[in-house]
Each structure stands twice: as C-alpha cells, then as structure tokens.
C-alpha cells in the first residue's frame, strides 16, 4: 500500500532560510514524486503577525502554515491548546496521512504528538532531530550560560540548574520525563550525524530506534576551479551562513588580527552573512570593529546575505570555505553545500564537523575556538601549492535529495 506522507516543520523556506526547514521541505519534494508515495504535504509553522491563534491556512497546494507558539520553553508547551483539538485534528482527519515526518517541535510544542496518536494510534511518527533541545534547555547548543559559551558534554540536572539557577534540579528531572514520554510515541528518529545520534542514544533514546540518514542536496557536477591569474594561489576564503555568536565569525575575525599585515595580504575573506544586525551589541561591536579594520584594508569582503539558489553563483569564485562555530554543530548544511560544489574547507574540530570533513583529505580541521590554530590552517591553505587540488580529489559526491528520500522511506518501511 502507497504511503501518504505529511512533513511537519517549525518554519518555512519562504520565509527562513535555517538548514532544519530547507531539509524538511527538499525531503517532501522528493516524497511527492516517489513512485510508492500516494500524496505529501507540508505543514509549516508561521508567525503571520496575529500572534498564536492556532489557525492553519493553506499556502498553496499541499502546503499549509500553522499560527503557533511557545509560552514555555523549559516543557516546550505550546500557547494555543485550543487548537490543538480543532485546527489540527482537522487537518489530520482530512489527510488521513499514514506517516508524520516531524523536522522539529520549536514554536509548535510537543502535545501535537500525542494527538496524531489519539487520532489514530496507526499513524506513525518519525522525527528527525536537528539539534539538542531535548538534552538542553540552552537553545539546544549544549554550551553553558554565561561568559564564554564554555562547551557542555553532557546533561545532569544539577549541571543544568547551574547554568538556569531560577529551575530547581526537580525542575529538569520533570523536563526530561516529559520529553521522553512524547518521544516514546514516536516510531523512529533520524540524525543527520553520527555524534547526534550517540548523544541522543547516552540521553535515552534506544540504539535501534535512531538511524543516521545525511541532508540531501542536489545531483550537479561540482564547479569548475577558479581560474587563477599567474602567481596566484588558492588563497580565497568565505564564511557562508547565520552571523551569530555560536557560528564562530568573531573567531574568523581574531584569526586575521593575528597575522602579519603581510600574511592577511596574501589571502582575502568573503563573508556570505545574515542577521548580525539582530544579536547583542557587545557581540555586534566587537565583530563590526575588527572587520572594518579588514574590510578598509582590502582583506576582508563583507558581501551579505544571499538566498539559496545564488549560493553556487558566491561559491564559483572563492576556494575554501571555513566553518568556525564554537559549539557542536550536528551536520552544517554548508558542509554538503561545499563538497557539491567541489570546495574543500576549513572546520573546527568538534561535533558533526570533525564528522563529516577528515583533517588533510577533504579539507582540514582546526583546534575549535582556537584563532591561532585557524590561523595556521588558513595561512598553509593560501601557500600550498598541491593542498586544495589533493583535498578537492578526495571529496566524495554528497547524498542527493532522491537518495535521501529513498534511504528514508526504507527506514520508514
């Protein structure tokens, strides 16, 4: 029997550009032309400026948005209740889907998972976790409160009180209890990466109920080197992606203040950024104030946001690419998105990261929150006369968007 698949997402690619929704929606595509799959939907949430009123509106065929929030963060409750038992039902009596593929519960809450069930207990449910927000309250980052973002690797309750000392230890146990019994209805869980899984596994999740299936991306042949002027070397870097301080721009930024005039004369950065303009001030002055040094000085390029489908059009011209987030990234979108492109990079050293790039054979890893020790590896990437041509021969061709899908209804099977 053909499935009917609906894809359930804290937001939409038309109105954010994060790696979880663009994931979640390249996957319902691919659902929607598979041979074995009856009909797809994808169910979004939205902020449409009136606030939760719980309703759901079609945005077009088989797309639908979803006005809800979250009044509390710590058990992950969603504001509209109300709607849950309306809105929502409704829309799951209508669709009668036979599977529900979560992307995420941030902004929707978890008690929709317990109703797919109490709408029918056949319905079943498969939830593909994109960060740690189950384990931490700290926006899921695993990293501490505080000065520093000091790393955290792995969740007690009385070390999680420490970093909110306004919940009590009690406070987390219920938390996590209340987690764990919305996700013992689930039938399955997806990682994109090897470290998320064993995270999940050590908070709880058994074994043989997460699997790791990789972020699709599309089937194109890679592009063409830049083409260098005589001299010159493969000494063009770029940042691609969110500029906050979990992404490590002001690390990429220090790594340049640490170098010769000289040295940061052979090399220039591009950064391919969005939303600094929304982060705190102490953050937006201190990464305002290092790049205009680099920008006046001809280094540093700040190009700004971009949209998906010009990413490849930025890519084109630069050679490395450099991921420096100083927490544990599961699997950066922007990892696939180079190696499809057939740029090698440049990545801290921890999570899915040291993961999914292998140190001095598709790209190099630097010690993580380290300036110096990025430094060094930008320095020997702008010099090597072989490096970039050996990293680039050694990439292998991502998982495409169809073989992503297939890998997922095989496991949906």
């Known amino acids: 029997m053909k499935e009917r698949i609906l894809v359930v997402s804290h937001a939409h690619p038309d109105f954010s550009l994060g790696g979880a929704e663009i994931a979640a929606y390249n996957l319902y595509n691919e659902y929607k032309k598979h041979p074995d799959i009856e009909e797809a939907w994808f169910l979004a949430r939205a902020d449409r400026g009136r606030g939760a009123t719980g309703q759901i509106r079609k945005r077009r065929d088989n797309e639908y948005l979803w006005e809800q929030s979250i009044h509390d963060w710590h058990m992950m409750k969603a504001v509209n209740q109300d709607c849950l038992t309306t809105w929502f039902t409704d829309l799951i009596t209508a669709l009668k889907p036979s599977i529900v593929h979560m992307h995420h519960y941030a902004h929707m809450g978890l008690e929709f998972i317990r109703v797919i069930k109490a709408i029918n207990p056949e319905i079943r449910i498969f939830l593909t976790l994109h960060e740690y927000m189950a384990i931490c309250k700290h926006n899921g980052q695993m990293v501490k409160t505080g000065e520093g973002h000091k790393l955290c690797s792995s969740e007690s309750y009385d070390e999680c009180r420490q970093c909110f000392p306004d919940n009590t230890a009690e406070d987390f146990w219920l938390r996590k209890n209340y987690f764990k019994r919305h996700f013992d209805l689930i039938d ?18 058994k074994e043989d109920d997460i699997i790791v299936i990789e972020n699709g991306q599309k089937d194109i042949a890679p592009l063409a080197p830049r083409l260098l002027q005589a001299g010159e070397k493969r000494n063009r870097f770029a940042y691609f ?56 000085e001809g280094t540093v390029r700040w190009v700004g946001p971009y949209r998906p489908e010009e990413q490849l059009a930025r890519m084109k011209e630069i050679d490395w690419v450099i991921v420096p987030s100083i927490w544990w990234e599961n699997s950066p979108m922007v990892i696939q998105e180079a190696f499809t492109a057939g740029r090698p990079l440049i990545v801290s050293d921890i999570g899915g990261m040291k993961e999914k790039v292998r140190d001095g054979i598709d790209g190099l890893q630097f010690s993580a929150r380290n300036p110096i020790a990025l430094a060094s590896k930008m320095k020997l990437a702008a010099s090597s006369e072989i490096l970039w041509e050996q990293c680039v021969e050694n990439i292998n061709k991502p998982l495409t968007h169809e073989n992503c899908a297939i890998q997922h209804l095989a496991f949906f099977a």
Not at 260 to 277: D, F, P, W
């Open 188 to 205: 399955g869980f997806i990682s994109p990466s090897e470290f998320l899984r064993q995270r999940y596994i050590q908070w709880g999740i």
């Open 241 to 296: 992606g969110q500029v906050n301080p979990y992404k490590g721009i002001d690390i990429l930024m220090e790594a340049l203040r640490s170098m010769t005039k000289e040295e940061r004369s052979t090399m220039s950065v591009e950064i391919h950024g969005a939303n600094l303009e929304v982060q705190s001030g102490e953050f937006q002055e201190k990464v305002k104030l290092l790049a205009k040094k680099f920008i006046k």
